[in-house]
């Protein structure tokens, strides 16, 4: 579609339904990745993210692995609710995008810079943070729905475990992404007076 910046940051929602399509080629989603990993900013330029993108069957095997997951956790009454809203608003999509952090740079950075040591790890999660929005406004303003998901840490090991990835890497959230199955719901906004002060 190539929006403006504006329209694309206008347009990006949460969508909880999706579909297993795509409106685009996976090359172009690969692209994106690529894009948003070479050109997001991060602090003193660390670039501690690191991304995984799951399709197909890999996808699928996520949003499994989080329903087993949850199945040891939830009570049995109320689980169908839980794999109900798994399967219609994350495993019914296209693919996901797990979104980490690499702790080794992060531990790296803080002995280098010791006075700014309780910082890096904060500034590591506005690096992730940054990745997040940039990609979830690439992928709408490409035609797919997205929506932002956390069942970390209860899938950590596991996942870094089925998919032989380095113990560093700190998962931070998911991001399932399809076709729109169903239109986002009204958005409410405080009062923008409540949250931006003018000084002149």
């Not at 999509?93 to 803080?110: A, C, D, S």
Request: aromatic share 12%; hydrophobic share 40%.
């Amino acid at each position: 579609m190539r929006r403006n910046f504006r329209e694309a940051v206008l347009n990006r929602r949460s969508i909880y339904g999706l579909s297993n399509q795509s409106p685009i080629p996976d090359d172009e989603i690969k692209d994106m990745i690529r894009f948003a990993v070479l050109h997001v900013p991060s602090a003193f330029n660390t670039q501690t993210a690191r991304l995984v993108l799951l399709l197909n069957e890999e996808h699928k095997k996520f949003w499994n692995l989080v329903k087993e997951t949850l199945r040891k956790m939830v009570p049995e009454e109320t689980f169908p609710k839980t794999e109900a809203k798994i399967n219609k608003s994350f495993l019914s999509g296209y693919g996901t995008i797990l979104f980490f952090e690499e702790l080794n740079t992060v531990k790296e950075m803080q002995s280098l810079f010791p006075d700014y040591k309780d910082k890096f790890p904060e500034w590591s999660e506005h690096t992730s943070a940054m990745h997040q929005f940039a990609l979830w406004c690439m992928l709408e303003d490409a035609g797919f729905g997205c929506n932002l998901q956390h069942y970390n840490p209860i899938i950590d090991d596991e996942v870094r475990s089925t998919w032989n990835l380095p113990d560093s890497w700190h998962l931070i959230a998911q991001m399932p992404f399809g076709i729109p199955t169903e239109e986002p719901g009204e958005k409410e906004f405080n009062p923008v007076e409540e949250r931006f002060l003018i000084f002149e």
